[in-house]
Nanobody
Protein backbone atom coordinates (compact mmCIF):
# COMPACT_ATOMS: atom_id res chain seq x y z
CA UNK A 1 0.00 0.00 0.00
CA UNK A 2 1.40 3.35 -1.03
CA UNK A 3 1.08 6.08 1.59
CA UNK A 4 0.38 9.58 0.28
CA UNK A 5 0.52 12.98 1.97
CA UNK A 6 -0.62 16.09 0.09
CA UNK A 7 0.13 19.71 0.85
CA UNK A 8 0.00 23.10 -0.81
CA UNK A 9 -3.66 23.90 -1.19
CA UNK A 10 -5.09 27.31 -0.39
CA UNK A 11 -7.13 30.24 -1.62
CA UNK A 12 -6.16 32.47 -4.52
CA UNK A 13 -7.82 34.90 -6.89
CA UNK A 14 -8.48 34.22 -10.53
CA UNK A 15 -5.25 34.18 -12.47
CA UNK A 16 -3.17 33.19 -9.47
CA UNK A 17 -0.95 30.17 -8.95
CA UNK A 18 -0.58 27.34 -6.47
CA UNK A 19 1.71 24.35 -6.26
CA UNK A 20 0.51 21.11 -4.75
CA UNK A 21 2.91 18.50 -3.41
CA UNK A 22 2.38 14.83 -2.74
CA UNK A 23 5.00 12.86 -0.90
CA UNK A 24 4.60 9.13 -1.20
CA UNK A 25 6.17 5.98 0.19
CA UNK A 26 6.15 2.68 -1.64
CA UNK A 27 6.33 1.73 -5.28
CA UNK A 28 4.01 3.22 -7.85
CA UNK A 29 4.18 3.05 -11.62
CA UNK A 30 2.05 6.10 -12.11
CA UNK A 31 1.09 9.07 -9.97
CA UNK A 32 -1.90 11.27 -10.56
CA UNK A 33 -3.88 14.24 -9.37
CA UNK A 34 -7.66 14.27 -9.22
CA UNK A 35 -10.14 16.86 -8.04
CA UNK A 36 -13.69 16.92 -6.83
CA UNK A 37 -15.93 19.96 -6.71
CA UNK A 38 -18.99 20.02 -4.42
CA UNK A 39 -21.80 18.00 -5.94
CA UNK A 40 -19.63 16.69 -8.75
CA UNK A 41 -17.79 13.49 -9.44
CA UNK A 42 -14.07 13.13 -8.90
CA UNK A 43 -12.20 13.77 -12.13
CA UNK A 44 -8.68 13.26 -13.36
CA UNK A 45 -6.48 16.32 -13.66
CA UNK A 46 -3.07 14.93 -14.61
CA UNK A 47 -0.92 11.83 -14.40
CA UNK A 48 2.75 10.98 -14.81
CA UNK A 49 4.64 7.71 -15.14
CA UNK A 50 7.28 7.52 -12.42
CA UNK A 51 9.88 5.82 -14.64
CA UNK A 52 9.00 7.46 -17.95
CA UNK A 53 8.52 11.13 -17.01
CA UNK A 54 7.61 12.14 -20.55
CA UNK A 55 4.53 9.98 -20.27
CA UNK A 56 2.16 12.63 -19.01
CA UNK A 57 -1.55 13.18 -19.49
CA UNK A 58 -3.68 16.20 -18.71
CA UNK A 59 -7.38 16.84 -18.67
CA UNK A 60 -8.37 19.17 -21.50
CA UNK A 61 -9.62 21.71 -18.98
CA UNK A 62 -6.16 22.21 -17.45
CA UNK A 63 -3.83 21.51 -20.38
CA UNK A 64 -1.51 24.46 -20.86
CA UNK A 65 -2.16 25.84 -17.37
CA UNK A 66 -1.13 22.98 -15.06
CA UNK A 67 2.15 21.09 -14.98
CA UNK A 68 2.73 17.75 -13.28
CA UNK A 69 6.25 16.69 -12.35
CA UNK A 70 7.97 14.01 -10.31
CA UNK A 71 11.05 14.19 -8.11
CA UNK A 72 12.47 10.67 -7.93
CA UNK A 73 15.02 11.55 -5.27
CA UNK A 74 12.35 12.72 -2.85
CA UNK A 75 9.44 10.50 -3.92
CA UNK A 76 7.33 13.57 -4.46
CA UNK A 77 4.96 14.52 -7.23
CA UNK A 78 4.00 18.13 -7.85
CA UNK A 79 1.15 19.90 -9.56
CA UNK A 80 1.97 23.45 -10.57
CA UNK A 81 -1.28 25.29 -11.23
CA UNK A 82 -1.12 28.60 -13.08
CA UNK A 83 -3.79 30.96 -14.44
CA UNK A 84 -6.28 29.47 -12.02
CA UNK A 85 -9.99 29.87 -12.64
CA UNK A 86 -12.97 29.65 -10.29
CA UNK A 87 -13.93 26.36 -11.94
CA UNK A 88 -10.65 24.88 -10.67
CA UNK A 89 -12.03 25.08 -7.14
CA UNK A 90 -12.32 21.75 -5.37
CA UNK A 91 -10.63 19.17 -3.22
CA UNK A 92 -7.50 17.88 -4.89
CA UNK A 93 -6.35 14.32 -4.31
CA UNK A 94 -3.08 12.62 -5.06
CA UNK A 95 -3.30 9.02 -6.24
CA UNK A 96 -0.93 6.13 -6.88
CA UNK A 97 -1.26 3.36 -9.44
CA UNK A 98 0.66 0.24 -8.48
CA UNK A 99 -0.17 -1.91 -11.49
CA UNK A 100 -0.36 0.44 -14.51
CA UNK A 101 -3.12 -1.57 -16.09
CA UNK A 102 -5.97 0.86 -16.65
CA UNK A 103 -6.98 4.12 -18.25
CA UNK A 104 -5.65 7.01 -16.18
CA UNK A 105 -8.97 8.80 -16.00
CA UNK A 106 -10.72 5.79 -14.46
CA UNK A 107 -10.85 5.94 -10.67
CA UNK A 108 -10.58 2.16 -10.55
CA UNK A 109 -7.08 2.38 -12.10
CA UNK A 110 -5.76 3.93 -8.89
CA UNK A 111 -4.97 1.99 -5.76
CA UNK A 112 -4.04 4.52 -3.09
CA UNK A 113 -5.39 7.98 -2.35
CA UNK A 114 -4.27 10.90 -0.25
CA UNK A 115 -6.50 12.73 2.20
CA UNK A 116 -7.02 15.68 -0.13
CA UNK A 117 -6.12 19.36 -0.06
CA UNK A 118 -8.57 22.18 -0.73
CA UNK A 119 -8.06 24.65 -3.56
CA UNK A 120 -10.34 27.68 -3.74
CA UNK A 121 -10.20 30.20 -6.57
CA UNK A 122 -12.25 33.36 -6.17
CA UNK A 123 -13.35 35.65 -8.98
Amino acid sequence: QVQLVESGGGSVQTGGSLRLSCQFSGKAYRMGWFRQAPGKEREGVASIHTMRPREIQYADSVNGRFTISHDNAHNTVYLQMDRLKPEDTGMYYCAADTSYSGVWTALTSWHSWGQGTQVTVSS
